[in-house]
């Protein structure tokens, strides 16, 4: 738990923002936290474990055993990996993050042009270069007062120019306009150090595994 932001409801939260941000139905509601149904062909399913538990954590691996299954949980990889069966594979560290939201300044630097676009509880943000190559992106799902930031990237010709700042800047002036007042994402290990640069708080580790 972390002192200012609690582990279940923020990770409980996200997961309903992602869904809203990658177009999926929403999550249902299970004793380990959330399964997420991701509409494709084959029924693929994503599973995410908000309150970690080591046996219902086993109990739930051993029963996946479809190629394409992912799972989410938010623990550390050292209390995920030993309980996973051999299909499993266990990915990059991810970090479940969150942050009281601010308004703050939202300006493209020169050479780039900034754009802001809202569809039901979805907004994205762009900024293009003068030939109109597309530079960094992000998108945000406002709901129930929480604002879910997802897909923030910066394209490498693009990288170490303060895009990412921006993008999260605009976004996060935008999920203020729709009433949210706290931001939440899932962040890489690169994605980690640019969030904590700019005031997100580390709520927990989250271990990502699939089903090869």
Known sequence: MNKAFDVVPTAAA????????RDKAAPVSQPYGYKINLGVPEGLERHVMVDYDAGVLRALTDSLHTPGTWLKVCARPEQV??????S?????????MAVALDNAAAVAPDGYR???STSGAVSDAELRDVNGELAARGRVAHSDGVATFDQIITEPAHQRKGLGRVIMATLANASIAHKANVGVLVATEQGRALYQAIGWTLVSPVTAAVIA
Do not use: C, D
Not at 14 to 21: C, H
Not at 81 to 86: D, I
Not at 88 to 96: F, K
């Open 14 to 21: 996200w997961t309903k923002g992602w869904t809203l941000t």
């Open 81 to 86: 990996a030993p309980l996973l069966h051999e």
């Open 88 to 96: 499993w594979q266990v990915q990059a560290p991810e970090y479940l």
């Open 114 to 116: 900034l754009s802001l």
